[in-house]
């Protein structure tokens, strides 16, 4: 197996410890959220795709500037508009509206609240960006929960239809995308189109670990080295990735290797298993399960394979 797609370069990674035992690993701020009340709208998946916006003070969502701001994006967004819900604004006691577009459809649910600090803290402190944007970020005043619930079935376009609607709301002020499913977040300035630029390809190419899949670095007590992984994968039908390293000074290779097999995996269909090889960029691995020791701090929803060195005769790591 041998991909040949190359990843985009990145921003240098600066990765901040994120110990193992963190609160608030899991989706239910958002089972809550769907407990509170029904929200009017198309059928929901079980659980959807989601994305969520910090804004630095509290806001309203001006239909009007978000259908503008869709439709300047690209011209297959000609007939985007955006929709509010009196009904589901007065009984989630939040914002609510609906951004519809072809087949696409993003649910916005506004709070002119905080997020709720464990939550938060699972996205912004992995991420890779600067500690003043995530000083920033942790004192936002108000949060934007989005929801795909359109009819598109392909996990990376339901993702990029939630990123344009991100994108919108950019540029109503909000600072930071967050993905919870991925424990990631991602700046929102750097997805601001210049003029000219094709923002749907832009979000469709950008590498899958700067938001779609979270890329987190695991200190584990006890444990030398470092462990690195993806969260959110199987959302998009993939497997997680891990790999033990040395040190941090392997976190931006490793960001490369795991961009460009989960890119591999997702344009080819193929399909990884215990006992295979792979190569990327004249990197050779070898691809198991954790193992017992491991699933402690490797655990997650769906699949996760844990990637070494594939070693040859008198080669060294």
Not at 32 to 45: A, C, E, I, T, Y
Request: proline share 9%.
């Amino acid at each position: 197996m041998q991909p040949s797609s190359r990843v985009p370069p990145q921003p240098s990674l600066s990765l901040p410890e994120f110990r193992t035992g963190a609160p608030g690993t899991g989706m239910g701020f958002f089972d809550r959220l769907f407990g509170w009340h029904k929200v009017s709208g198309p059928p929901r998946r079980v659980s959807p795709l989601s994305l969520q916006l910090l804004f630095p003070s509290k806001l309203r969502l001006d239909a009007q500037a978000l259908t503008e701001a869709l439709r300047g994006f690209h011209p297959s967004l000609s007939q985007a508009r955006f929709e509010p819900d009196s009904r589901a604004s007065t009984a989630m006691g939040a914002e609510v509206g609906v951004a519809r577009w072809e087949k696409h459809a993003v649910q916005v649910v506004l709070f002119g609240v905080r997020m709720p600090t464990p939550t938060l803290e699972q996205c912004v402190a992995p991420a890779h960006y600067s500690a003043e944007l995530k000083t920033q970020a942790r004192a936002h005043t108000a949060h934007a929960l989005l929801f795909y619930v359109g009819e598109e079935q392909d996990p990376l376009e339901q993702y990029v239809a939630l990123a344009l609607v991100a994108v919108a709301l950019a540029k109503q002020g909000a600072i930071l995308v967050l993905n919870e499913s991925a424990h990631t977040s991602f700046p929102t300035h750097p997805l601001l189109p210049d003029k000219d630029e094709d923002l749907l390809d832009l979000l469709r190419t950008m590498p899958l670990t700067a938001l779609y899949v979270g890329f987190v670095k695991l200190q584990v007590p006890g444990v030398e080295g470092v462990w690195l992984r993806t969260y959110g994968a199987p959302r998009m039908g993939l497997p997680d990735l891990a790999w033990h390293a040395r040190n941090e000074t392997e976190a931006y290779d490793t960001f490369e290797l795991f961009s460009g097999l989960l890119e591999y995996l997702r344009k080819t269909g193929a399909r990884f298993a215990k006992g295979h090889t792979a190569e990327w960029q004249r990197r050779h691995v070898k691809i198991r399960g954790p193992r017992w020791r491991e699933r402690k701090f490797l655990d997650s929803p769906g699949t996760l394979f844990v990637l070494e060195p594939r070693e040859f005769p008198g080669s060294e790591r």
